[in-house]
Structures are given as C-alpha cells and as structure tokens.
C-alpha cells in the first residue's frame, strides 16, 4: 500500500446509455457514476482521472481531489496509461479501475490494496460477451484473452477489469502491440507466462460495467436494494424501495419509516424514529430524531429540529431552520427563515426572510412581504415570542411584532407592533342597507 496510486478510467463516452455527457458522469441515483466510486477510495492514495480533454470542464467539478489526466485518441486501456506514464513514474504500486462500475465496495478496494503487485480481480461469469477470459495455472493468471479476440471460451473465469500494476509492469506497458482484430492497446497484455498475475474473486455485481441502457436500470435496482437492506438492519421500515431515490451521502438513523416514492439526495442527514411521508423530497436536509414530514413536502438546504412536524406539501429552503415541537402545515413555504420552538402555522403561509420566537402562532394566509424593488437585497421580519398573527395579515418588512403583541385578522402591518399590543389595521368596514345593483334593460 507504501505509495500505492489508484488511475480511474474515464475517458468513455455516454452516447451508448443515452447520454451527450461522459459516461462516468451518467447519473445512478441522482449521482455520478464515478462519484459513487469516488467516495470509497482510501484518502491516503494519490488519485489519477484518465479522461477525453474535451471534457475537462464537466470534470473538474466532480473530482477534485483527482489530478486529471487526458487520453486524446481512444486507443485503449493501456494506451490510456502509457499516454501518462511520467505521472506514475514516483508509485511503487497503481491500482487500475473503470469508471463504470458504481457498485464497488470500498471492502473490495482495500482488499486490492492488501494485494501484492502484480495481482488482479476475477469474477465467475461464463459466457459474458465484454469480459476478458483467464487462462489459470496453479493460482496464477497467464494470459487473459479479451472477448473481441477469442473464437471460443477457454474459462468461467474472467478478468473483472481492476489490476494493481508494479512499478516494473506499468513500464513494461510501452512493449505492448496492438490488438490484430481491433488495433486496440489492452492493458491485459501485460499478463503473461513470463508475467502471471495473482488474483482474487469479487461478487459479479461490483464489478460489472454498465454498457447499456438495461444494465444501468440493473445497476440502479441492485444500489436500491443494497440501500433497503442496510435501513431494514437498522429496523427501518421500507413502503415500496422500488419508487425510492437515495443517494449514496445520505444517512438514515435506526427505526425510521420511508414511505413510498420519497427522494432523499445529497447529504441528507435523518434522525432516529423520523417518517418521511410519500412523495416527499429532501435535498441537504437534516432532520433530528423523531422528525415528521408528511406527503409531497419538498426541503431543501435546511435543519429541522426534535418533534416537529412538517407538511403535507410544505415547502422548506435556503437555509432556514425550524426549531423542537413546531408544525410547519400544508402550502406553507419558508425561505431563509429562523423558527424557533413550539411555533405553529399550520396552513397557506408564505415566511421569507424572517426570525420567528417562541411560542408563536401564524394564522392561515400570512404573508411577509420582504422584498422591495428599489432596496438592496430581501427585508428582515421579526417575530418575538408569544406573538399571535391572525389570519391573512400582511406584514411588510421590515418589521417587528414585539413579545405577546396580537396582529388581528386581515390586518395590513406596516410599522412596528411594541410588545404586548393589539395591532387592527384593515380598512373601514363600508355597509350599505338594503342595495342592490341597477340592472339595465337591453
């Protein structure tokens, strides 16, 4: 493992999944093949990304804690190292991955690392129309025939495309032909009588590549269930995995319940006992323990703390943050707010930009007006605690309703309400007795 680097080739193309972007950017679970693959390596080992240049851009942003490195002309696996070669020339050892494989554990990865030089991952798969195939003696590897080369099988057992080169190999990388039947430059090559690899066998599914439309729905569906069975470990329990979207930097506490077609993505945090109603969808949220959150809400980038309730079909986002025992109702929408404790607004509220205390109650149709055309960024609304504002009122920010002060029904508040006050400002009540509109005859 003493200065062990890990290359990950990526120079792929998505065209064939469907996809105009690089096909280790293909998305499985809301989340990049080769980010899946990313969040298991070791942080010790240096990490290289093989890639096209024209798709720099696109990968700069997903790996960079990768040094990226550029194959121009597809040529092959072996080209695509010995296009590199003065990166590696400082490593004692180089693991070799493919950017297509996101169900890698990262146990299958520190077992490669144990390995001594030199070695490679087998997998059982006969018949497997993209694997090389092994020819075996003893408990070495001779030669592994690529698929695009062979007439005929020759072994159930196939390289599963993850080698760790020595130091010696990865020179010998340059001696190389190309493939008669393809002009290719396949890293396999280097595995000979004069140069048997040890090897290990890994589990089919971590190691298979995704080529097709079909086998990225399988991938997916196997990353599901791995997702259902470590929640049901945990006591969870699971309406329909089938609808769900997880993402892998996503953590869920002990005895929780999901219920059907929930999304949870990023770095979704969940407490212990929370249920996440159907159709609900988290992205960067926590949730401490013993969080509800009913059918069709959507939060984004926000805290939830203790024993709140949230929804149905609220809408939480940037950066806001409700405090223990709250219940935040349906078609309430809070943006970059502070509630605290025990504050209900239970129905058709809009709170943007606005700190709210204890103990407060909104009434159904409270708006916040913070935003002012011809003033520099959004206006603060200041709630204290104990307040009361009644239904429909209209705060314009920026504003402060003192402690215990009471906003009446369908009042319109402009100015600052001092504590303990009764705020009324609606418009006179104009009632006229016995009036009907004039009709006229046509």
């Known amino acids: 493992m003493i200065n062990t680097g890990i290359v990950i080739l990526a120079a792929g193309s998505g065209s064939r999944l469907g996809f105009s972007k690089p096909k280790a950017l293909v998305p499985l679970a809301n989340l990049a093949l080769l980010s899946h693959i990313l969040e298991k390596l070791p942080k010790s080992c240096p990490c290289f990304l093989i890639i096209n240049p024209a798709d720099t851009q696109h990968f700069e942003a997903y790996a ?32 070799v991955l493919n950017a297509d494989t996101p169900l890698i554990s990262s146990e299958l990865i520190n077992q490669v690392l144990q390995q001594k030089p030199d070695s490679l991952v087998g997998v059982h798969s006969p018949n497997h129309p993209s694997f090389g195939q092994m020819t075996i003696v003893g408990n070495q590897v001779t030669s592994i025939i690529e698929a695009s080369d062979r007439e005929s099988n020759i072994s159930d057992t196939c390289y599963a495309g993850i080698m760790k080169l020595s130091a010696q190999s990865i020179q010998a990388l340059t001696n190389i032909q190309p493939s008669p039947m393809t002009g290719e430059y396949y890293l396999t090559k280097i595995v000979s009588e004069n140069r048997s690899f040890s090897f290990l066998i890994a589990p089919f599914h971590e190691v298979c590549g995704i080529n097709t439309p079909q086998e990225l729905i399988q991938a ?200 303990e006050s009764l705020a009324i400002c609606r418009a006179k009540p104009v009632i006229k007795e016995s009036w009907r509109p004039k009709i006229t005859e046509t």
């Open 64 to 95: 960079p804690q990768c040094a990226l490195l550029y194959q121009e002309i597809p040529k092959g696996t072996a080209h695509a190292i010995t296009e590199n070669l003065e990166h590696f020339k400082h490593l004692s050892a180089l693991i």
């Open 220 to 419: 997916e569906t196997m990353y599901r269930q791995q997702v259902v069975q470590r929640l049901l470990n945990k006591g969870c329990h699971i309406a329909c995995y089938q609808s769900m979207v997880i993402s892998p930097e996503t953590q869920i506490g002990e005895s929780c319940t999901l219920d059907a077609q929930v999304t949870l993505q990023n770095r979704t945090i969940i407490g212990k006992n929370c249920h996440i109603g159907q159709g609900s969808i988290l992205k960067n949220v926590q949730l401490a323990d013993n969080v509800t959150i009913l059918p069709y809400s959507i939060l984004t980038d926000c805290h939830i703390q203790e024993h709140t309730t949230i929804g149905p079909m609220a809408h939480i986002y940037q950066n806001t943050h409700v405090g223990k025992h709250c219940h935040i109702g349906n078609f309430v929408e809070l943006k970059r707010s502070t509630v605290q404790d025990h504050v209900k607004a239970k129905h058709l509220a809009y709170l943007g930009d606005s700190n709210i205390g204890c103990h407060v109650n909104i009434g159904a149709g409270v708006i916040s007006c913070n935003f002012t055309p011809w003033k520099p960024g959004k206006q603060i609304t200041q709630i204290q605690d104990h307040a009361f504002i009644g239904a429909n009122c209209t705060l314009i920010a920026p504003i402060k309703i003192g402690r215990s002060a009471i906003c009446a029904a369908g009042s319109t508040i402009s100015l600052d309400i001092q504590k």
